[in-house]
């Protein structure tokens, strides 16, 4: 009798637990790979030297009373500072900074801060007492000092996206000497009229679309001012059709992109929800009531301002309004016809050229 039937299969058992072992070590790989802490990489030569003078470099600074997380990456050290202050509040811009503008950091020292309660500066022992316009506008002061005495600076290129245009501004109006060009991205002006803009565009859509629930719910929901889950209700709808990324970017993707940065891990996601829950419920009170132009007619710094053609989050009609009637030592409006909310990350490449442009405008860069 032959035994070849027999070799066969135990053969096959053989096969199936080597698959089994081999995918059980790649799971526990990337099980391991998207828990473990960050870190963040160095700059390297062509054959994988350490660049000399580069800087890359997570940090805990105490600001404000709190330990903050700062990264810092910059191919040359001496290279001017540009500071990121992320929108949400609370929403760390991190991991998207990294993917799409790491390119400047060949010619900045880039700074990215989680301001406090975003993500890597998040503690469940933070007083949401201390969440404030003036407190984080301080919070970057005190940053933006240590920086310049550090790195034997006098100036930042400051740039705020979104909600961070917020304290950027404050802080730009309040200390012009140490802001070399400010560029405002989806610079919020007045909120109020801004979400009633954002409203009654997301209905139009809904209509349009023959979308009932949505009708229902906008419809319900009316027009502001808005408790904190109505702001986020209308958000959704205007993010539903296209108002927030014009290439319709999800959740789902932008959390995927988060955990495969190497300065964000997967038990980051946790931090980041929460930041932004306690960050907008301490924040929003004070945030629907803003208006830059009740504020400040005046700044004492050059201002560059971005808007994305399509944003319905921030109205860029109101931004240019605002543009218009701002007195500034110089002052230049930028469109991004491709983009909505995000045109530092809908249109790369273009952003990080005009970024550039702006430094070389000043005398920053050559």
Sequence with gaps: MSNTPVKKSRFRVL???????????????????????????????????PVENSIAEERRMVIGGVEQYVLLRGRDRTAPLLVFVHGGPGASETPFLRRYNADLENDFVVVYWDQRGAVHSYSPDLDPATFTIERMTEDLRELVDTLLVEFDQEKV??????????????????????????????????????????????????KKAGDEEAIATLEALGRPPYTLQQFITQRQHVGRYGGSFKDG??????????????????LDLGAFVKGV?????????????????????????????????????????????????????????????NSAHAPLFEEPEKFNDTVRQVARGVGLLR
């Design 15 to 49: 096969r199936w637990l080597l698959m089994g072992g081999l995918t059980l070590v790649a799971s526990v790989g990337v099980f391991a790979y998207l828990i473990v802490d960050t870190f963040t990489a160095p700059f390297v030569d062509e054959v994988g030297k």
């Design 157 to 206: 290129l400051l740039v705020g996206h979104s909600w961070g245009t917020i304290p950027a501004l404050e802080y730009t109006a309040q200390h012009p000497d140490k802001v070399a060009t400010y560029i405002s991205i989806s610079q919020t002006t007045n909120q109020q009229e801004s979400d009633a803009e954002g409203f009654e565009w997301a209905l139009s859509q809904a």
């Design 249 to 266: 970017s999800s959740d789902f993707k932008l959390a995927s992109q988060m955990i495969m940065t190497d300065e964000f891990s997967w």
């Design 277 to 337: 829950r306690l960050s907008g419920n301490a924040l929003w009170e004070e945030q629907k009531h803003y208006d830059a132009e009740s504020r400040y007619t005046t700044l004492d710094a050059p201002i560059v301002m971005m808007f994305g053609r399509g944003d319905r989050v921030i109205s860029p009609r109101l931004g240019l309004a605002y543009f218009e009637m701002l007195d500034a030592p110089s002052k230049e409006f930028i469109w991004f016809e």
